[in-house]
């Protein structure tokens, strides 16, 4: 019989085209898995599916022992029982511990052993020679995830049946879980080496008493407010529809059953249902309630969606508006904004219950297809299923002509939610009118040689893109300081400076800005660059007046604080000197007493100083209002 081929698995390697490293399962082909010729493997039969079990895993396998020979020194198929076992832990030869964890379930496989990853110089008399070479021909039958959750032995979890899907429970998200637990004497050492020769026993198994279960239907909870810590931790690592036994110590036990000292809590323990819950926007919240795996699109602005929706108050006692399908067309204000924010975050046939706590993003917009009812002043919960949508144009299927469309609409919105007070709406449009006029790329243009009788010139276009840019971020910056959003109003008018150095309202703008920063030497800089353009511009007149009165504010602070040192220190020269006329002390104490003094003085102007923080404890600093929205080009 020919020698098999010998293929050794790479250390240390770097990826390159497929003929150089072919990492396939192939059957027949013996593979070096330690890289030193300790543990070689040879696939029998291929295996199902490409995962392997991890270190900490309890593993079953069925295996045949034999000397290179062909003696057969030990079979689990003789006995006719599963060997199991935790992989990676030492519990058996580290061939196996090698050798299995390259295998995947089903997988039928010869291992070849060298002494050194077998029993060694000593052998296992009188079956096992000494220094003897093992082959072993191992079936991987299945195994069980066990994973230590905390990292201190607090959680250990063993994955009973796989879950569903990809996405792990966040804190916020509601689960309904259903469990049974019961106490259980922590192992012993003689109880871990007897599980390494068969399955341990569950304390279900041994028919000890439940102390603690679900109720009928399981228990609801937000995964952050578990009833107890073990239940929480547990939760993050599971997925949709998983059942898991949790062991858990006293500690992570707490507020599902009392755990005496040397027992542990044994959990029965299976994630029923998830209902992920987002926040698309401040004041909305979303708790998904059912959806389809694998389908991610969303609707985007200006896309026709059709859903079906219930409007309730917020303690779903009244019902404002009975259910009913509605189609209508995003970013048109044909529903409330809350539902209509809600509406972009779903995808497909998702149907979620969506809470909204912001009364304004509540309030229904004069003719409005869905959502009304809702008294002035009050939330709204919907009871929303998107049925489907039609997607609008993206921005990379646009000409040049579309995108800038696009950005002066954008600009129209913003500029008609900024006057109606609906500050985080014009900020969203303002945002995707720079972002569309920004797509717009000399690069992408072609010459027009009928000129604007057939569209504008590429000249043309690209000082309109520039136009709503500017007129953007400008508006944006008078926006953020409106909600004293100060640096983002800064850096939306650096923007606009960045286009047109001098213009007028971004200096004024970004000096208002660094004004709330405390940045007071940069917002003098930018007045005074307005004021060099325009003199007599009465905004920076009385902006550059409001700066001074703040900047004398600030000296006569620090002046303050000057003076206090510098009389904490001759105070505490002079109790030094007391102290030592009156033979209370050593010189060295006296010394010590000075600088106590000194300390307690620089606590005392520092604590003063505090209260003198420009623009952050004292609203009546804040810069003025914005003048006026920028009106459109």
């Known amino acids: 019989m020919a020698e098999p081929v010998v293929e050794p698995v790479p ?37 199902e599916g490409w995962e392997s079990p991890e270190v900490g895993d309890e593993v079953t396998v069925h295996y045949v022992g034999t000397l290179l020979d062909g003696t057969k020194f030990d079979s689990s198929r003789d006995r006719g029982d599963y060997f199991s076992f935790q992989l990676g832990k030492g519990k058996v030869i580290k061939g196996w511990d090698t050798g299995v964890a390259s295998m995947k379930k089903g997988e039928l496989a010869n291992l070849v052993c060298r002494a050194d990853y077998a029993y060694g110089a000593a052998g296992s008399p009188p079956t096992i020679p000494p220094d003897a070479t093992l082959q072993f021909e191992v079936e991987l039958i299945s195994w069980k995830s066990v994973k230590d959750i905390t990292g201190d032995g607090g959680v250990i979890k063993t994955i009973v ?62 995964v ?39 027992q542990l809590l044994e959990v029965e323990f299976t994630l029923s249902e998830l209902h992920r ?58 529903v409330p904004e809350g539902l209509e924010l809600a509406v972009h975050s779903m995808r497909a046939e998702e149907h979620a219950l969506v809470t909204i706590s912001d009364p304004a993003l509540a309030a229904a917009p ?44 954008r600009k129209e919105k913003g500029n008609a939610a900024y006057k109606a007070g609906r500050l985080a709406r014009a900020a969203r449009q303002y945002s995707a009118a720079v972002e569309a006029a920004n797509s717009i790329q000399e690069r992408d243009l072609s010459p027009n040689p009928a000129g604007d009788a057939d569209g ?14 500017k007129a953007c971020a400008n508006n944006w910056a008078a926006v953020e300081l409106k909600r004293k959003n100060w640096g983002e109003a800064a850096s939306q008018a650096t923007k606009v400076l960045e286009l047109d150095p001098t213009n007028i309202k971004a200096l004024y703008r970004r000096a208002q800005a660094r004004m709330g920063l405390g940045e007071l030497l940069e917002a003098e800089l930018d007045i005074r660059s307005g004021l060099l353009n325009e003199p007599e511009n009465a905004d920076l007149v009385a902006l550059n007046r409001k700066l001074k009165v703040q900047m004398r504010e600030l000296n006569k602070k ?67 209002a914005a003048p006026v929205v920028e009106a459109a080009a």
């Open 224 to 262: 952050g407010a578990a009833p107890c810590s073990g239940f929480a931790a547990a939760l993050r690592s599971m997925k949709h529809q998983e059942s898991a036994l949790l062991l858990l110590k006293p500690e992570y036990a707490a507020g599902v059953a009392e755990v005496p000292e040397g």
């Open 456 to 469: 504008p010139s590429p000249a043309a276009l690209l000082a309109q893109a520039k136009d709503v840019k």
């Open 11 to 47: 250390q240390d390697f770097e990826m390159h085209d497929d003929a150089e490293y072919d990492f396939e399962d192939k059957v027949g082909v013996e593979k070096d898995l330690s890289g030193d010729g300790g543990c070689k493997k040879t696939i029998l039969r291929k295996g």
């Open 558 to 624: 620090e002046a303050k604080l000057v003076q206090m040192r510098e009389l904490n220190k001759k105070e505490a020269k002079l109790y030094g000197k007391m102290f030592a006329a009156l033979g209370k002390g050593s010189s060295s104490s006296a010394e010590e007493q000075q600088q106590q003094q000194a300390a307690n003085g620089e606590q005392a102007a520092a604590a003063d100083a505090t209260d003198a923080a420009p623009m952050e404890t004292d609203a009546a600093t804040a810069p003025a």
């Open 161 to 222: 049946s796989e879950g569903q899907g990809w996405q792990n429970p966040k804190d916020a998200d509601e689960v309904v879980v259903t469990f049974t637990a019961r106490l259980k004497p922590t192992p012993t050492p003689e109880d871990a080496a007897a599980a390494a020769s068969k399955k341990p026993q569950t304390a279900a198994e041994l028919g000890l008493p439940v102390v603690a279960s679900s109720p009928e239907g399981g228990a609801v909870f937000e």
């Open 277 to 334: 819950v987002d926040t698309p926007a401040p004041g909305v919240t979303k708790k998904i309630l059912s959806e389809l795996e694998g389908n991610y699109n969303k609707p985007n602005d200006g896309s026709s969606v059709t859903v079906v929706v219930t409007t309730r108050s917020v303690d779903g006692a009244t019902v404002y508006e009975e259910q009913r399908e509605v189609t209508f067309t995003t970013d048109e204000e044909q």
């Open 366 to 409: 004069e003719g409005a297809v869905a959502g009304t009812g809702v008294p002035a002043g009050a939330g709204a919960v919907y009871d929303i299923t998107l049925k489907s949508f039609v997607k609008a144009k993206e921005k990379w299927e646009m000409n040049n002509q579309e995108k800038l469309a696009s950005a002066l609409s």
